[in-house]
T-cell receptor
Framework: SQTIHQWPATLVQPVGSPLSLECTVEGTSNPNLYWYRQAAGRGLQLLFYSVGIGQISSEVPQNLSASRPQDRQFILSSKKLLLSDSGFYLC????????????FGDGTRLSIL | SQQGEEDPQALSIQEGENATMNCSYKTSINNLQWYRQNSGRGLVHLILIRSNEREKHSGRLRVTLDTSKKSSSLLITASRAADTASYFCATDAIGSARQLTFGSGTQLTVLP
């Protein structure tokens, strides 16, 4: 069976510090991968998606970046965090072809001080 | 902008009652999906309904899709306190490269 791991679960960072959130998927190959941000009480905003190694599409201009160094690894980064980067970050995967659901990790609660 | 918009934003019912949530969207879709989110957790997929389907069931869940009205509904029958969660619809729009666009969700509270 397939599983998705996302860590850390919570993170408190000062403004201006760097960020690295990691997401890994097990039990499947060549998944589509996604990073979302969710503000409190709101829906999900798609930040980045990837259809293959090294292939990243950005949906929202911001000071965040994403990388996919391996088939089942997706990393969300920032060189200098802003207060507005606070939120709940979710990683998801889906099979590449056909009508498929997305499967989510448990999320990272990021607080910027 | 949000593709799917849920209605109502919040719903409070007694255990045993049925809960109905609605979703409207704007563009042509490949499929529409419903997800559930418990507080502070990731989303869990509930049902996917294809654009050529009109109704789908899974246990106590029933989803309908009306592509002419660009709307969908999620019915939870015989609700339980454990059904308390936020429910989101998400659309897989044609030409979207299989991205999902989520609505802002319905917060369902089931009172014991």
């Amino acid at each position: 069976s397939q599983t998705i791991h996302q860590w850390p679960a919570t993170l408190v960072q000062p403004v201006g510090s760097p960020l690295s959130l990691e997401c890994t998927v097990e039990g499947t190959s060549n998944p589509n991968l996604y990073w979302y941000r969710q503000a409190a009480g709101r829906g999900l905003q798609l930040l980045f998606y990837s259809v293959g190694i090294g292939q990243i599409s950005s949906e929202v201009p911001q000071n965040l970046s994403a990388s996919r160094p391996q088939d089942r690894q997706f990393i969300l980064s920032s060189k200098k965090l802003l207060l507005s980067d606070s939120g709940f970050y979710l990683c998801a995967w889906r099979r590449a072809l056909g009508n498929q659901p997305q499967h989510f990790g448990d999320g990272t609660r990021l607080s910027i001080l | 902008s949000q593709q799917g918009e849920e209605d109502p934003q919040a719903l409070s019912i007694q255990e045993g009652e049925n809960a109905t949530m609605n979703c409207s969207y704007k563009t042509s879709i490949n499929n529409l999906q419903w997800y559930r989110q418990n507080s502070g957790r990731g989303l869990v997929h509930l049902i996917l309904i294809r654009s050529n389907e009109r109704e789908k069931h899974s246990g106590r869940l029933r989803v309908t899709l009306d592509t002419s009205k660009k709307s969908s509904s999620l019915l939870i029958t015989a609700s339980r306190a454990a059904d308390t969660a936020s429910y989101f619809c998400a659309t897989d729009a044609i030409g979207s490269a299989r991205q999902l666009t989520f609505g802002s969700g319905t917060q369902l509270t089931v009172l014991p």
